[in-house]
T-cell receptor, first 112, second 112 residues
Framework: DVKVTQSSRYLVKRTGEKVFLECVQD?????MFWYRQDPGLGLRLIYF???????EKGDIPEGYSVSREKKERFSLILESASTNQTSMYLC???????????FGDGTRLSIL | GNSVTQMEGPVTLSEEAFLTINCTYT??????LFWNVQYPGEGLQLLLK?????DKGSNKGFEATYRKETTSFHLEKGSVQVSDSAVYFC???????????FGTGTLLAVQP
């Protein structure tokens, strides 16, 4: 089975801090994704990566950046955390287009 | 662009009732279609998928048929259980984009 592991289930940070959310997958998947999930808004794509060192903006990239130095790891970075970035963050990976995405358990991030 | 529209929730049913959650899509080309499920406190899991017209995906008693003529992928189950209580997300992938497009999710609450 594919395993997508997010480094933290719950995280509390302060406004202005630089925050790193880590995601690791163990199936040599090409594509990796970061979403945030908010009530009434469903899942919104922040960034995705289709190969090492490659990244593309999703629908809501503002205030975020990403890093993919190794195929198995995709990091989401909040450069200067703000309260409106309090959310559930979900990482996913898939082998290729038209294949299903496999999700991690999510990180519930609170910015105080 | 590509989009997914699913019925708003919450949907509240009694145990053993019949379930339908509607999902329609707009897409160029021939996307793959997915239903994902999110149980309380967990990440998303793939429930079922269909990759071409008239395909039927099925899993755990749930079914959905890829209907190109009506651009729909409605989720059905003949007899729901309390353990089916979760949020269900319809999604599509492929066509002109590498991204997975999600609906906003439908909360299902099954009462004993």
């Amino acid at each position: 089975d594919v395993k997508v592991t997010q480094s933290s289930r719950y995280l509390v940070k302060r406004t202005g801090e630089k925050v790193f959310l880590e995601c690791v997958q163990d199936m040599d998947h090409e594509n990796m994704f970061w979403y945030r999930q908010d009530p009434g808004l469903g899942l919104r794509l922040i960034y995705f990566s289709y190969d090492v060192k490659m990244k593309e903006k999703g629908d809501i990239p503002e205030g975020y950046s990403v890093s993919r130095e190794k195929k198995e790891r995709f990091s989401l970075i909040l450069e200067s955390a703000s309260t409106n970035q309090t959310s559930m963050y979900l990482c996913a990976s898939r082998y290729s287009e038209n294949q299903p995405q496999h999700f991690g358990d999510g990180t519930r991030l609170s910015i105080l | 662009g590509n989009s997914v529209t699913q019925m708003e929730g919450p949907v509240t049913l009694s145990e053993e009732a019949f379930l339908t959650i509607n999902c329609t899509y707009t897409a160029t080309g021939y996307p793959s279609l997915f239903w994902n499920v999110q149980y309380p406190g967990e990440g998303l899991q793939l429930l079922l998928k269909a990759t071409k017209a008239d395909d039927k995906g099925s899993n755990k008693g749930f079914e959905a048929t890829y209907r190109k003529e009506t651009t729909s992928f409605h989720l059905e189950k003949g007899s729901v259980q309390v353990s089916d209580s979760a949020v269900y997300f319809c999604a599509l992938s492929g066509g002109a984009t590498n991204k997975l497009i999600f609906g906003t999710g439908t909360l299902l609450a099954v009462q004993p």
